[in-house]
């Protein structure tokens, strides 16, 4: 039996199909019943709307430890996708309890319960921080805690020490960490903000490097790595290394919309984080724009993926072979 966390999110509900379609027995947990829907709407996006009434729905949330305990009976393997994604300041509490807290009762559970393996999703925004000669980050680069990082960064990273804790106890685990992924079915939420952005009219680019996956490679991957013998690993998921302008501009083509065309200078951001601060505070709305989101809008750091392509030897696709049908939604 497998359990999948954040069932109903966008790397969750993708893959309780490639786990269904390999006729594997899942439970899947959620919160809430409203967000069953969207997974209901990724399986007829696969034409598989047949194996959705195969999942085993259990209600329960992974900061109530108690509610845990029927949704981990019988189980022997467990993806973890569920996190809040947040860059709001404001969020910081909520992070740490679900992003750090929630995963450990995850990891704890694991040990109670005898559980074979554990798959956790983390970021790449959870990886090291390169020295000030280095361009390329991997897996071993070390994160240094002086730089400046966002809450989210922090609790993916709290995350991760979590995981491995639990591995150093006998938990066999694999962590995987995505870039920016891109999938069907959430197109308010994540990648999909993105879309919408140039969707409607955005103007505005930075000079920065964006590391983007499709979600479908996200979930091979993470099958694969189960299966495998791979034990105590973490592994950069990314299909591609582009410039955002060059994403942006694709996106725009695609949805035949005007391409941004103005630069959003270091200096221009700089003044806009803050005036969105003020903005936030006056009309009390959540943060569009951080410190933190405009100076990784500017990096132009290179994620290295020979790890993974060493371990499984998958082949990401390229953004037009899964954008253009990601964009038909819009």
Not at 268 to 285: E, F, G, H, Q, Y
Not at 292 to 313: G, P, Q
Request: hydrophobic share 40%.
């Amino acid at each position: 039996m497998i359990l999948v966390t954040g069932a109903t999110g966008l790397v969750g509900s993708h893959l309780l199909v490639k786990l269904l379609q390999e006729n594997e027995e899942v439970k899947a947990l959620f919160r809430s019943e409203k967000q069953i829907d969207n997974v209901k709407n990724v399986f007829s996006f696969y034409n598989q709307v047949a194996l959705f009434d195969k999942i085993n729905w259990v209600k329960g949330d992974i900061t109530d430890i108690p509610s845990l305990e029927l949704a981990f009976k019988d189980v022997d393997y467990v993806y973890h996708c569920a996190a809040l994604v947040s860059f709001d300041p404001n969020d910081e509490d909520e992070l740490r309890k679900i992003n750090i807290e929630g995963t450990a009762n995850i990891v704890n559970c694991c040990i109670d319960f005898g559980v074979k393996k554990l798959c956790h999703v983390s970021s790449i925004a959870a990886l090291g921080d390169p020295k000030e000669h280095e361009t390329t980050i991997t897996e071993e680069t070390e994160w240094n805690p002086e730089e400046l990082h966002s809450d989210y960064a922090i609790t993916k990273y709290g995350a991760e020490m979590e995981v491995f804790r639990g591995h150093q106890e006998g938990l066999e685990v694999v962590i995987v960490n995505p870039g920016v992924i891109f999938g069907f079915g959430f197109p308010k939420k994540g990648s999909g903000v993105i879309i919408q952005s140039v969707k409607s009219g955005n103007p505005f680019y930075t000079k920065g490097n964006v590391g983007i996956v499709a979600v479908e490679d996200v979930v091979k991957c993470m099958i694969q790595l189960m299966k495998s013998n791979c034990n105590g690993e973490r592994f950069t998921l990314v299909g591609e290394n582009i410039e955002t302008k060059k994403l942006l501009e694709f996106i725009a083509e695609e949805l035949k919309v005007k391409n941004p065309s103005i630069e959003a200078t270091k200096s221009m951001t700089s003044i806009a984080w803050r005036v969105d601060w003020l903005i936030s505070k006056i009309l009390n709305r959540k943060r569009k724009l951080t410190k933190n989101t405009v100076a990784a809008s500017h990096s132009k750091y290179h994620f290295d993926t020979s790890k993974i392509k060493n371990e499984i030897n998958i082949d990401f696709q390229k953004k037009e072979d899964y954008l253009k049908s990601i964009l038909k939604e819009y």
